[in-house]
């Protein structure tokens, strides 16, 4: 289903700091999404309090100057991301991130901006 929440992030300049954080909040726990020595090696995948996964992870931001400007993405799913980004565009957003492979089984993201500036992720399995 297009439009269905996909998965969310929350962009931190600390991910070990940020974990101790929402795990003192709500008790989840974290996981690395890749290994140590890969680019995803800093990304935590949140599992809840009771176990479940809470389809969202911990980002370490690219630069200090990102942390509060681009604290939090809510990934929406689309059949085709291409064809989102081309409507996306269409409608007066902006491209944030093409479209990349996550890694894995993970499938792709991209990220627009809406007209006033708000980060949309766009995610699919293909």
């Known amino acids: 289903m ?6 969310f992030e ?4 600390d991910t070990e700091k940020a974990a101790e954080f ?4 709500f008790g989840w726990t974290f996981s ?3 290994d ?16 479940e996964p809470a389809g969202g992870g911990l980002a370490r ?20 991301i ?3 980004v081309g409507r996306a ?18 499938g792709y993201c991209a990220i627009v901006r809406d007209p006033d500036g708000n980060h949309v992720g766009l995610w699919s399995d293909r």
């Open 89 to 106: 565009l269409a409608a007066g957003g902006s491209l944030h991130r093409p479209r990349m492979n996550i890694g894995g089984s993970h």
């Open 36 to 51: 140590a020595d890969d680019s995803l090696g800093d990304y935590l995948v949140i599992t809840t309090a009771s176990g």
């Open 32 to 34: 690395p999404l890749g």
């Open 2 to 7: 297009t439009g269905k929440l996909a998965w």
């Open 22 to 25: 929402y795990h003192a909040l």
């Open 61 to 80: 931001s690219g630069s200090p100057n990102d942390v509060g400007r681009e604290s939090s993405i809510l990934y929406l799913f689309t059949d085709d």
């Open 82 to 84: 291409d064809a989102a």
């Open 10 to 13: 929350i962009h931190v300049g």
